[in-house]
């Protein structure tokens, strides 16, 4: 059994209370590793010791701590099938997904970061016959990350990675449910010379682990990815303490396909962005709205190839779907298909558990589903589900679509298929969302802003916002004359 440990302060540690929980491989329904149930004295702990590294690390100069980055870029790199298999075990995706998706992603991030610092500027104003104002972004000190368990070391170190570039120290909480990928990287770290205490990961639950991080006075900014509710616990506490917070949170984002689509490309990414990552991305287009002249069309070439994605374990090399993250949300997913069906929903294709042979016999399969008649305001098209299940209804005006797209609590993604200019602009201008792709889905460039309005977080990642959001900006106005 694999017991992992903390990175405090540059070393590798057990929790102060000497216990640890168990960590599940879904794609057998086993525990296979256990990880520390980390308390308040480890935050504490990894607080003192990014406190005592700040002044160093941030007196470093960009180019050092971009340097020490691209090492560590470099060494997940060089170890990229053993993070993608690790990843796979842990959160029950294929491994082909973790190879082409999560880990390439997590190099990106640190490349990406570790160079957008060398460029990141602030602005002057000069004042005519008076003097200069010059505006200094200096890093905010000791900061706190937080993350969900659906893309692990993707999503955690989108947030490190400019936390630590724009000279912060960081308290980090992967999620309890896949944590390996992270303990990994602290292993990455001190191979790449961070010095001790620049990041410090301490694993564990988040109502006692990630808690204690929302809590301390010490920690200034909060960056969190998660579900809304616990978005909007962290924020409860962490508003009167006047924290920096940055949420990323749920999303139901609609999937728009206009009867003038590009008919073949909107159906192979529509497979994609309805189900990759087994449906377990907040990008994922779980409402998709087809208009009425080509939904027929439309629904049945859907379903024909959704009824043949074939789920399997995750090292099989044709598995489509791997096994859902965990038992509980494997059964909280099942729940929204009895809760459609009570609504009148009809399950075109999927709707049950896979159950493999062997020793996958015990993992958590479901078979990626489709459910027309429901209407747009029920329950199940308005509540964020997490998992292998779309909903389809047929629309006859933009004005119709453009209501029910905008009518749940969330705002995160939308797609816009059409190849009408003006109403891709249009309709893209409506939608209320962060992010719109038109005849595309996941495009990502790192430099945009990331993040949705509405229920689905506050603030924005990405790029230059990421940065600025890891710094505070001050004033400077010298007089001279
Ligand atoms: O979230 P949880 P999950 C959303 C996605 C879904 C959810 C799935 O839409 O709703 O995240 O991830 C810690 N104080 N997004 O189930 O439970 C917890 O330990 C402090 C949106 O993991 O919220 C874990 O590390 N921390 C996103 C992290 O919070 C607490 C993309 C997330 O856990 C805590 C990905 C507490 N009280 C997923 N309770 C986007 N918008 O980009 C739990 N945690």
């Given at each position: 059994m694999k017991y992992i440990k903390n990175y405090i302060g540059g070393q590798l540690v057990n929790p102060q209370s000497g216990n640890y929980i168990d960590n599940y491989d879904p794609s057998r329904g086993r525990v296979y590793a256990q990880i520390p149930d980390s308390e308040k004295s480890d935050i504490d702990s990894a607080v003192a010791a990014a406190e005592a590294a700040f002044p160093a690390w941030s007196g470093m100069s960009k180019s050092e701590r971009s340097d020490i980055m691209i090492k560590a870029a470099d060494l997940i790199e060089a170890r990229m099938d053993e993070f993608a298999a690790a990843e796979s075990l842990d959160n029950g995706k294929p491994v082909s997904l973790a190879t082409h998706v999560d880990i390439p992603r997590a190099v990106s991030n640190f490349k990406f970061f570790a160079t957008a610092i060398l460029h990141f500027a602030a602005e002057s104003h000069h004042m005519e016959n008076l003097g200069i104002n010059y505006t200094l972004r200096k890093p905010i000190g000791v900061v706190g990350c937080i993350s969900p368990w659906n893309l692990p070391l993707y999503l955690f170190t989108w947030k490190i990675a400019p936390a630590l570039a724009a000279g912060n120290c960081v308290v980090a909480k992967p999620s309890e449910i896949t944590p390996m990928t992270a303990f990994m990287l602290s292993e990455i770290c001190i191979e790449a010379g961070m010095p001790a205490g620049v990041l410090n990961i301490v694993h564990g639950l988040g109502h006692k682990v990630g808690d204690a991080m929302t809590r301390d006075p010490k920690i200034k900014a909060i960056s969190f990815t998660g579900g809304t509710k616990t978005g909007e616990t962290i924020a409860k506490i962490a508003a009167p303490m006047f924290k920096k917070l940055s949420l990323e949170l749920g999303g139901k984002n609609p999937n728009i396909i206009f009867a003038d689509c590009d008919f073949k490309q909107a159906l192979s990414t529509t497979l994609r962005s309805s189900f990759a990552n087994q449906g377990q991305i907040?990008?994922?287009?779980?409402r998709i709205f087809i208009e009425r002249p080509i939904y027929e069309k439309f629904r049945d070439a859907f379903v024909e190839k959704v009824s043949k994605t074939k789920v399997s374990y995750p090292t099989d090399p044709e598995a489509k779907l791997g096994a859902l993250v965990s038992k509980p949300h494997l059964e909280k997913v099942m729940s929204y298909i009895d809760l459609a069906k009570e609504e009148g929903g009809s399950v075109l294709t999927g709707g049950t558990q896979v159950h493999l042979e062997g020793e996958y016999k015990d993992g958590y399969y479901l078979r990626p589903t489709v459910i027309e008649g429901l209407a747009f305001d029920c329950r199940t098209n308005q509540e964020e589900i997490f998992g292998p299940v779309v909903t389809i209804t047929p629309f006859d005006t933009e004005e119709e679509v453009l209501a029910m797209a905008n009518s749940t609590e969330y705002g995160l993604s939308a797609t816009v298929w059409t190849e009408h200019l003006t109403r891709a602009h249009r309709v893209a201008d409506q939608l209320h969302s962060g992010i719109v792709w038109v005849n595309s889905w996941l495009v990502r460039d790192l430099r945009t802003p990331f993040g949705g309005v509405k229920n689905s977080g506050v603030g924005r990642e990405g790029g230059f916002e990421a940065l600025r959001f890891f710094t505070e900006p001050k004033n400077v106005f010298i007089k001279s004359h």
């Open positions: 907040c990008l994922c287009g779980s």
